[in-house]
C-alpha cells in the first residue's frame, strides 16, 4: 500500500511546488485505490501508508487539525530535504497503469516487480525497450528473495503484462547458462485486469 500510495503521490504532485493540498479523506484515497471496507480497515490503511511515507522522509504530510491531510515530495535522497525532479535514473511509469486499474489490481509486491523489470529492461539505439535477464545479484539489488521473485513473475505473466523465456546467455569466451529473460508488454495495460483478483 505504501508504494501505491507513494507512486499515486508522486503521479498528482509532479509539478512545481511538488504539493497536494486538496482535502481528500482516507476513505477516499481508499475508494481509488479499490480497498475493501473504504470508510474503516481501507481509511486506516491509507493512515498508516502516509504515517510511514512521512516517518520514512518519502513524503511531508502536513496533518493540519480538522482537515484531511495534504503532503509535499520529498527528496529521493530520503534526507528531508526539497524535491528536484531528477534528469535521469528514473523510471518512467505508464499513466494506463492508473487509467486501467492496473494500480489497484496488482499486489504489492507484483507492482514492485513490474517496476524492477521497467528499470532493468533499458533501450536499444531507437529507444525501443530490450527484453533482459536478472542474475541473482541484480534481483537481491531490489531486495527480492529468490521465490518472491519467481512467484511475482510468473502472476505478471498470468495477468499478461510480461513475457519471461528461458534463453542461453553468454559470450563465446562466457560461461554460457540457461538465462530468463523479461520484457514488458506495454500495450498489455490499455486494457483493464479481469476482476475479481487479489487485493492489495
Not at 513473475?153 to 498470468?158: A, W
Request: charged share 25%; net charge positive; hydrophobic share 40%.
Amino acid at each position: 500500500m505504501r508504494l501505491k500510495l507513494y507512486l499515486t503521490a508522486c503521479l498528482i504532485a509532479a509539478a512545481p511546488p511538488f504539493e497536494y493540498s486538496r482535502p481528500s479523506p482516507a476513505a477516499r484515497w481508499a475508494e481509488a485505490l479499490s480497498l475493501p471496507a473504504p470508510s474503516k480497515s481501507g481509511a486506516r490503511r491509507i493512515s498508516d501508508a502516509f504515517t510511514w511515507l512521512d516517518t520514512h522522509k518519502y513524503l511531508d504530510v502536513d496533518r493540519a487539525r480538522g482537515r484531511p491531510p495534504g503532503f509535499t515530495l520529498l527528496s529521493q535522497s530520503l534526507d528531508g530535504k526539497e524535491y528536484v525532479k531528477p534528469a535521469s535514473g528514473y523510471v518512467t511509469v505508464p499513466l494506463d497503469l492508473w487509467t486501467s486499474h492496473w494500480i489497484a489490481a496488482l499486489t504489492g509486491v507484483e507492482l514492485a516487480i513490474y517496476l524492477a523489470i521497467l528499470d532493468g529492461q533499458g533501450k536499444d539505439d531507437v529507444g525501443t525497450a530490450k527484453p533482459r535477464f536478472f542474475t541473482g545479484d541484480q534481483r537481491d539489488e531490489y531486495c527480492f528473495a529468490a521465490d518472491t521473485w519467481t512467484r511475482g513473475t510468473q502472476q505478471l505473466v498470468d495477468h499478461g503484462l510480461i513475457t519471461a523465456e528461458s534463453r542461453v546467455e553468454g559470450g563465446t569466451m562466457q560461461f554460457r547458462r540457461n538465462r530468463k529473460i523479461y520484457r514488458v508488454l506495454d500495450s498489455a495495460l490499455l486494457t483493464e485486469p479481469k476482476w475479481p483478483t487479489k487485493g492489495p
